[in-house]
């Protein structure tokens, strides 16, 4: 029998009663997996008012013992991380060092959030008038909720429940469809790490089980990755029930390479950054701009992408796995079709990809096109395959140009060996992340994850001290003492 992926309610992992069950499939192979359950409204009013309970408990828990299970989950997190990593490669493809990676970037953020204590610290002023003092505190919002997308299973849930319960919260999670098992493991050892019952529950589902969290009014905020239009949707119909939400959607990153910069780290480090998780990436640089004389290159990062090849999680020789699903696939392969009769030059072609021993998998192989334009569908729409763009322009102020005007804004990065071409970029382009000789400017969870424009819609980015902020309240306290009241050695004052 298929295993039926349990729901996690009120502090148990139970099979959902639903009659409804979404296949979750090895996208290599096309075999059946596991089923996801379509939690039943029932089961969601059970989370809510068990997560409603437990914050009453929970947000008068010490903060250090908050912190302590953030230790403990981070130890049992690091002693499970290749076994996490195998789940995570066998419903999402990946290679297993990028399995690992996914986890990994998840554990940092438990690091983070066992900070905590001061974290949490606010502010203070004494004497804001004569005798009156003022401090502020961080207080927990109450119930919150996260909806994740299937391409970082391990580190996009982690991005969310471990600082959000940190901070005194209870925390809803409704992870991807397409890769449940990972979050439901991730569940598994927060129970082990100390969570008590109701800090965190795990529902199942779609739109209508997202729906139920952006309608019900004890989620006071909504945490959501994926893709633009829902992420809009979310935005929209989550602040409009004034809900506080941070949305962070897809993206369309530009890499800029000028002709002084280092040119075998140029080649390595775009294959890698466009091909990387099949391109399904949030952060993967899906467009070369190269400027003047650096277009000289293009034939040899070509003739390089075009060496590597995807494969099985367990193939050390493969640089990426399968696209999730046949459909995007699909997509994918249209767009390459698209690029094609809008003009562009085909470089490397990655449709009808083949990998011996998998004839099922969505394969599809490195691709590259070459003398990209603005106006092109390849070029505006995030393709989210192994597809890399390039375009040419004659200047740095040309690039930058044209990397603003581009709608999205979550990553990008600049190739150099001009500390002036650098600090101008970094500087003026309007994007959120920016690396400097670093394709994927991922920031650790010290800093925040920001990403501007089309790729966010909000206000407080995820982790970091933003991530704190979103997740509380600040109460500022203005406190006066009268010395007449002091008591002296007779007693109390009694005039
Ligand atoms: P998706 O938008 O299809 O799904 C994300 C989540 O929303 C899932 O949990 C899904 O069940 C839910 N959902 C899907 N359709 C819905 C609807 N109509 N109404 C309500 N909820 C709905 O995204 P995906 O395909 O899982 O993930 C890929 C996308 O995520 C890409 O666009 C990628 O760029 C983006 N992404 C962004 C970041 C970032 O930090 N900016 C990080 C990772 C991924």
């Not at 003009?343 to 096109?369: K, Q, S």
């Amino acid at each position: 029998m298929t295993r039926k992926v349990p729901v996690f309610i009120d502090g148990e992992f139970k099979q959902s009663a639903t009659e409804q069950w979404i296949d979750v499939t090895n996208p290599a192979t096309q075999e059946v997996i596991a089923q996801a359950p379509v939690t039943t409204l029932a089961e969601m009013q059970e989370a809510v008012a068990s997560a409603k309970k437990a914050f009453l408990t929970w947000k008068e828990t010490p903060v250090s013992e908050r912190a302590r299970v953030m230790l403990r989950y981070q130890a049992l997190l690091k002693e499970h991380h290749d076994e996490i990593a195998e789940i995570l490669a066998g419903e999402t493809g990946k290679t297993f060092d990028d399995a690992k990676g996914d986890v990994w970037r998840g554990i940092e953020v438990v690091e983070h959030a066992a900070n905590i204590p001061s974290l949490l610290m606010g502010e203070t002023v004494e004497n804001v008038a004569r005798g009156i003092d003022s401090y502020s505190y961080t207080q927990p919002l109450g119930v919150c909720a996260g909806i994740t997308p299937f391409n970082f299973p391990a580190m996009i849930p982690l991005w969310m429940f471990p600082l959000a319960i940190a901070c005194g919260n209870t925390f809803i999670l409704k992870p991807s469809e397409q890769d449940p098992l990972t979050p439901t493991r991730l569940a598994e050892l927060f129970v082990e790490a100390g969570a008590p019952k109701g800090v965190l529950q795990v529902i199942h589902g779609g739109k209508e089980q997202v729906d139920f969290l952006l309608d019900e009014p004890a989620v006071r905020a909504i945490s959501f990755v994926g893709s633009v239009p829902v992420g809009q949707y979310i935005y929209r119909r989550g602040t409009e029930n004034m809900k506080r939400v941070q949305a962070f959607a897809g993206a369309k990153n530009h890499c800029v390479i000028m002709p002084d910069a280092n040119k075998s780290q140029v080649i390595s480090n775009l294959v890698g950054a466009s091909v990387g998780a099949a391109g399904q990436r949030c952060m993967a640089i899906s467009v070369a701009v190269f400027v003047g004389a650096a277009r000289e290159w293009i034939p040899e990062i070509a003739a390089e992408l075009a060496k590597v090849k995807p494969g099985g999680w367990n193939d050390k020789g493969a640089a990426f796995g399968p696209l999730i699903s046949p459909q995007a696939k699909q997509r994918v392969e249209q767009f390459i079709s698209q690029g094609e009769k809008e003009g562009a030059e085909l470089l490397v072609d990655g449709r009808n990809c083949e990998v011996e021993g998998f004839p099922d998998g969505n394969w599809v192989g490195p691709t590259m096109f070459g003398k990209v334009t603005t106006d092109m569908e390849i070029y505006k729409n995030e393709i989210f395959g192994p597809v890399l763009c390039t375009t040419e322009v004659n200047s740095l102020e040309e690039a930058i140009a044209l990397v603003n005007a581009n709608p999205y804004g979550n990553g990008t990065s600049i190739f150099t060996a001009s500390g002036a071409a650098a600090r101008k970029y970094q500087h003026e382009v309007e994007v959120g992340q920016v690396g400097i000789n670093i394709p994927i400017p991922v920031p650790l969870p010290f800093f925040s994850f920001t990403g501007w424009k089309g790729s966010f819609f909000g206000d407080l980015h995820a982790y970091g001290k933003q991530g704190v902020r979103f997740y509380s309240e600040t109460k500022t306290i203005t406190a006066r003492w009268f010395e007449s009241d002091i008591a002296d050695a007779s007693g109390p004052n009694m005039t």
